[in-house]
């Protein structure tokens, strides 16, 4: 996914449970039903307590009006249980999907924090950590959200004045932008001038290397 580009999906949230799942076996060397899964004495599938992780996202667009809750096994996408997706537009699209599920699943299993797509409610001092922190509990993590809530999501928020917090924000994010470019355009002008400088250097180098030398005196 480029930098820029604006996500399919926003992931809200990841949760482990436990559940009594049928258990995987060997069919060589243990009684498994046609699936692969072990077999008691009477026939029955054997279950075990594993854990079962969910993940909780939404469309970009809407992160509080749609949430999905699924179990993260499901939306790996598998080309082997692909049968009927002829033109591969399922395949597709679970791939697109997971791929911007898979870096979240992986923090959450090293105990890091969940990436974000945008500047961190940290990095803003538009809010206060109370209100970060409803902010984030109504499932929104960037700035970037903030500006962009529609005017039916406001009410959602349970924060006072929302209207203006959701102008202030968008105010932030342009006075950034217009000091990244500040700072873009500084380091290009001091490439730049090192270029220039470097190239004075060499030509000075040239023209030493390629002065005629004096004459050698005659010997006597």
């Known amino acids: 996914m480029a930098e820029n580009e604006t996500p399919m999906i926003r992931v809200i949230g990841f949760k482990t449970s ?22 008691d004495a009477s026939g029955r599938r054997i279950l075990d307590l594993q854990p079962e992780d969910w993940v ?35 395949l597709r699209f679970m791939t697109a999907r997971w791929m911007q599920i898979e870096p979240a699943y992986e923090a959450f299993k090293n105990g890091r924090e969940i990436p974000i797509n945008g500047t961190a409610l940290a990095a803003w001092s538009g809010v206060t950590p109370d209100q970060a922190e ?50 873009r355009e500084a380091a290009k002008d001091a490439t730049i001038a090192e270029l220039v400088e470097r190239q004075a250097a060499m030509e000075a180098m040239i023209e030493e290397l390629t002065k005629p030398k004096g004459k050698a005196k005659e010997a006597a």
Do not use: W
Request: proline share 7%; glycine share 6%; with cysteine.
């Open 56 to 90: 909780t996202y939404s469309p970009s667009h809407s992160p509080l009006n749609t949430r999905t809750t699924d179990r993260v096994r499901h939306l790996i996408p598998d080309p082997s249980l692909m049968g009927e997706d002829q033109d591969g537009e399922k």
């Open 134 to 183: 409803v902010l984030r509990a109504a499932g929104i993590r960037t700035v970037e959200e903030v500006r962009d809530l529609t005017d039916g999501n406001l009410d959602r928020v349970r924060l006072p004045n929302m209207r203006d917090l959701r102008k202030q924000a968008g105010l932030f994010l342009a006075n950034s932008d217009a000091a990244k470019a500040a700072e």
């Open 18 to 39: 436990y559940e009594k799942l049928p258990v995987k076996g060997d069919p060589v060397n243990e009684k498994c039903d046609l699936k692969g899964f072990k077999l």
